[in-house]
């Protein structure tokens, strides 16, 4: 049972180049998310989709897209990365009905140098 | 704005005693709140999910209670062992449903 699963585990990128983070859930959840997390500020909204066709902005949404490319993918991108996007990036799912309890990914560690 | 609070920032606990993890919130208006367990470069694994109807969630040596009306939640664990040193953060849904606010975590070392 592969729950979410997230590629690549690593990257470093140098700033300006660009990159997509793939995200991949069997659960059959309609809403997927994506997160970042930091040193002392906790997980942070990025964008999130409901349902597949749609997407919204989070918290900290500046310097991303998202794709949801079916119900079961949701891809990040950046465009243009910098360094203060170093962080540590979650994939979560959850059924939008019933508990809505989330699921994580093991997370994708990027460094921008 | 929804502000999740753990305290304390971090614990440490000889083997085999039973401590509480404590998360404040200051939006009673939640629809769940859950509990999550990290390990060292790992993703969150979900230990306990409490409906905003329950007022407490148990699995295995875990349970987990809320209070809304205080806007606490604690994790109990009984008989710590050293494999539940990681860190626990709790999350709480509330607002628009798709919100979703964190806290920084609790990291807990248990010695043997």
């Known amino acids: 049972n592969a729950g979410v699963t997230q590629t690549p585990k690593f990257q470093v990128l140098k700033t300006g180049q660009s990159m997509t983070l793939q995200c991949a859930q069997d659960?059959?959840?309609?809403?997927m998310y994506w997160y970042r997390q930091d040193p002392g500020m906790g997980l942070r909204l990025i964008y999130y989709?409901?349902?597949?066709?749609?997407?919204d902005k989070g918290e900290v949404p500046n310097g991303y897209n998202v794709s949801r490319l079916n119900k079961r993918e949701f891809s990040l991108r950046l465009e243009s990365a910098a360094p203060s996007q170093t962080s540590v990036y979650f994939c979560a799912s959850s059924d939008r009905g019933l508990t809505g309890e989330l699921f994580f990914g093991e997370g994708s560690r990027l460094t921008v140098l | 704005k929804q502000e999740v609070t753990q305290i304390p920032a971090a614990l440490s606990v000889p083997e085999g005693e039973n401590l509480v993890l404590n998360c404040s919130f200051t939006?009673?208006?939640?629809?769940?709140l859950q509990w999550f367990r990290q390990d060292p470069g790992k993703g969150l694994t979900s230990l306990l999910l409490?409906?905003?109807?329950?007022r407490e969630q148990t699995s295995g040596r875990l349970n987990a209670s809320l209070d809304k009306s205080s806007g606490r939640s604690t994790l109990y664990i009984a008989a710590s062992q050293p494999g539940d040193s990681a860190t626990y953060l709790c999350a709480s849904r509330f607002g628009g449903y798709q919100k979703v606010t964190f806290g920084i975590g609790t990291k807990l070392q248990v010695i043997p």
């Open positions: 939006d009673s208006a939640i629809y769940n």
């Open positions: 989709s409901a349902s597949e066709g749609t997407t």
């Open positions: 409490i409906q905003s109807s329950q």
């Open positions: 659960m059959n959840h309609n809403s």
